[in-house]
């Protein structure tokens, strides 16, 4: 339950960025959290209405232009989302438009690629799946990333670009490894070949299995994904904060910039 690894605590306020079909909204507000989702697919929202009756607490909504006000949420969760961000060239916009609607000193947690090898071989596969199945069924489940190589995400240049959109690292565990990993490309398998009824049927059984290996065999050498957390910096003290490192003066529009933003 990636959930259970999320900061999180009741009468938050949480915006889950790339929702899917809401199960993590569910599941979050039967915590007692305030948790709402965007996704951009429609029908992922729609699928999010009718299966976990979340209807208003979900919306089509693209993560560079998110319809809440600034400062609205205390958490932002990204699961999944940022490689594919970064393949629609999207990035950059989506880490201002979070910045924006949490509040200053929320939190930013984002389940991703880790850049090891391991990921890239799965990614490979994952990817390759995926395009077996759109040619199969001669549907398009998976959006655009699913005709286009997925671009590895969590080495020291992704994490530098989040740093530099206005937050700072707060923690960084290694979370998912290969048999989880595996265990989601087969159950998402069964899903579009079979039926979403008998996945649903098997899931927990899978879960069971793959915890039982992650809890006695010693996977963390092939670590696929992980969890990284940070804290949003409000503007001014992050121009602060990197003018000190510069050491450099501003001029003095730089400083009125900085004083007036």
């Given amino acids: 339950e990636r959930e259970g690894f ?36 429609p029908a992922m929202i729609d699928a999010a209405r009718y299966t976990h009756g979340l209807k208003d607490r979900v919306a089509v909504a693209s993560a560079d232009d998110l319809p809440f006000d600034t400062g609205e949420f205390d958490v932002v969760i990204a699961d999944g989302v940022f490689h594919h961000l970064a393949v629609q060239g999207r990035l950059h916009e989506s880490l201002r438009e979070i910045h ?6 929320g939190t930013l947690c984002c389940f991703d690629r880790n ?7 799965m990614t490979t596969a994952s990817l390759t799946i995926k395009n077996v199945i759109k040619g199969i069924t001669r549907r398009d489940h998976f ?5 286009r ?23 960084r565990k290694q ?7 595996a265990a989601v490309v087969v159950l998402n398998s069964i899903g579009y070949f079979v039926s979403s009824r008998l996945r649903r049927r098997v899931e927990p059984t899978v879960c069971r299995v ?15 994904e992980q969890l990284l957390v940070w804290r949003a910096v409000p503007r001014q003290i992050r121009r602060t904060a990197q003018m000190h490192r510069s050491n450099v003066e501003p001029c003095p529009r730089k400083r009125e910039e900085v004083m007036t933003a």
């Fill in 100 to 105: 924006r609607v949490l509040r200053p000193g």
């Fill in 143 to 147: 959006a655009s990333s699913a005709t």
């Fill in 6 to 41: 999320y900061p999180l605590l009741p009468g938050r306020r949480v915006l889950d960025v790339g929702c899917g079909t809401g199960r993590t909204v569910a599941r979050l507000r039967l915590r007692g959290i305030d948790a709402r989702g965007v996704d951009f697919a």
């Fill in 115 to 121: 850049g090891s090898l391991a990921s890239l071989v």
């Fill in 175 to 181: 979370v998912a490894v290969v048999p989880f990993f």
């Fill in 210 to 224: 793959v915890s039982w290996f992650e809890a006695h065999c010693n996977w963390r050498w092939f670590s696929v």
């Fill in 149 to 171: 190589a997925e671009i590895p995400f969590g080495g020291q240049r992704d994490l530098q670009l989040i740093q530099d959109h206005g937050f700072e690292p707060v923690d």
